[in-house]
């Protein structure tokens, strides 16, 4: 078995885990993957008796093989011990004849805290291995990759985070949540854009070798809290193999059936996770992947044309409002049998034309895998309001975007597990809505309202923003991304 991870656009660019994770982006721009993963066969009769953390031990000693045992189970404890307000961290409720998995009981209400709680702590023991080394992560976040990164990374040793959202892109809860957050290295910057310009910018920085040399000579490295980093996708395969144990303890299935998963998405990362777990043993049926009304990734998934020249849609799913899915990458690369020059040549026409065409073979390949469906915002509210109406359960706009998808896809034959990725409460204004009418302008006074009309909690993370000082008010043009970055790095570490 090989002991090295390599760009999905150049074999011949390589790295141990531990590098990997200090990088984020291999030196051309690709992503880094790891050959043998589906060599790995992960003990899964084993794993039915573990708990979530035994789990995460487990996998994360598999694929971050230059890691020791000792250093793993430490990163686990500090990465997930009380930092959850469920002890499964990623439980799973049966609600009426669904699964789902709820992935947003961390300190951010979102899934996003499952890896970024994770991704500090495995860069903070890589980078015991580079004397003196300081990293700036650079982020751009669609709505809730920017907290739990913020939140992750505050106040880490050697490290430095500079966030960039699109302004008036996100909710106002996402918002402050970043705004409002403490550290003294933490940076948080609103961009004239949209998400995709803020991902766009970020990567044009890890590109620019000129750029990055003015900053070795002080030992400092560029890399990245996105799904990107393989630091941060890693532990999201875990509440994968973890969603299959409660349904083996809920008799929903037998072992060793096969499951299906649907995960809404954009940056295709969350629904990656899950095809690892698959890569690695676990039972999949198929994936279907949920996209909303910017459905670039339905049309690739339907076609294997992926366009990204088409309007660009703000909905009431903000975190999946995307149009360059980075995440795919790594798929590609898998589904061409891990040709990488082809997949280097996929990229350059994207970067060049904003769109390309895979292979018969590859689609061919990635269709026997994926199923995709998308809902409008206007399906999205008639799914909040059912699933309510029926169970008494309160969806937020994304999960209620993978709850219409998969009405419309799931079959008879196979258990499927939606995957919830927020908390209703960070999107409030929309869950209220869409459940009771016309909601007030204030946020938190529509929280409160939220509660006592569902009776159901807010978590106390959100419910205290609103006494929270705003310590982050930048708002710069997208080609001011660059000298931001220069100016903040600087600050914090010369």
Not at 134 to 143: D, H, N, P, Q
Not at 402 to 423: F, I
Request: a negative charge.
């Amino acid at each position: 078995m090989g002991k090295n991870y390599n760009s999905t656009r150049s074999r011949k660019i390589q790295a141990q885990p531990k590098e990997a994770v200090i990088k984020g982006l291999a030196a051309d721009g690709g992503l880094f993957v790891f050959d043998d993963i589906d060599q790995i066969k992960l003990p899964l009769d084993d794993m039915m008796k573990m708990d979530y953390k035994q789990m995460a031990e487990t996998v994360l000693s598999a694929l971050l093989f230059d890691f020791s045992d000792a250093e793993v189970k430490r990163c686990v404890a500090q990465a997930y011990d009380g930092q959850f307000d469920s002890e499964e961290i990623t439980p799973v409720v049966f609600s009426g004849d669904d699964a789902i998995c709820e992935l947003f009981h961390g300190p951010t209400s979102a899934f996003k805290d499952v890896g970024l709680r994770m991704l500090p702590q495995l860069m903070s023991v890589s980078l015991k291995q580079k004397q003196d080394a300081k990293v700036m992560i650079l982020t751009a976040t669609s709505g809730d990759t920017g907290k739990a990164a913020l939140a992750g990374f505050q106040d880490v040793d050697n490290v430095g985070i500079t966030v960039f959202y699109p302004d008036n892109g996100v909710s106002e809860i996402q918002r402050l949540q970043m705004v409002t957050q403490q550290g003294k290295n933490t940076n948080v910057v609103a961009i004239k854009g949209n998400f995709d310009d803020a991902q766009s910018g970020v990567k044009r920085i890890f590109h620019d070798e000129v750029f990055k040399n003015r900053f070795k000579q002080d030992n400092i490295i560029f890399s990245s809290a996105n799904s990107i980093n393989i630091g941060r996708l890693i532990p999201q395969v875990v509440y994968y193999f973890y969603s299959y144990k409660r349904l083996v303890e809920e008799k929903r299935i037998a072992f060793g059936d096969k499951v299906d998963f649907c995960v809404p998405t954009g940056n295709f990362g969350n629904v990656l996770a899950g095809y690892y777990a698959k890569l690695m043993g676990l039972p999949v049926h198929r994936f279907i992947v949920a996209a909303n009304a910017n459905n670039v990734l339905y049309d690739f998934l339907k076609t294997g044309i992926y366009n990204r020249n088409r309007p660009f849609h703000k909905t009431i799913s903000p975190s999946m409002d995307i149009l360059i899915s980075s995440n795919l990458e790594r798929l590609l690369y898998y589904a061409s049998d891990k040709d990488a020059n082809y997949v280097a040549s996929l990229m350059d026409e994207l970067n060049s034309y904003g769109k390309y065409q895979v292979k018969t073979s590859v689609l061919t390949n990635i269709q026997s895998m994926f199923s995709v469906g998308f809902a409008s915002d206007e399906e999205c509210t008639a799914a909040i309001q059912k699933k309510y109406q029926q169970d008494g359960y309160v969806l937020d706009p994304h999960s209620a975007c993978g709850y219409a998808v998969m009405e419309k896809e799931k079959d008879a034959e196979h258990a499927c597990v939606l995957m919830a990725t927020a908390s209703p409460y960070k999107f409030c204004s929309a869950v209220y809505e869409a459940l009771f009418g016309k909601a007030d302008d204030n946020e938190f006074k529509v929280m409160e309202q939220l509660e006592q009309r569902t009776n159901t909690a807010a978590p106390k993370n959100l419910k205290g923003l609103q006494d929270l000082e705003i310590l982050h008010r930048d708002v710069i043009e997208i080609g001011e991304m660059k000298a931001c970055v220069e100016a903040k790095t600087k600050r914090l570490f010369r």
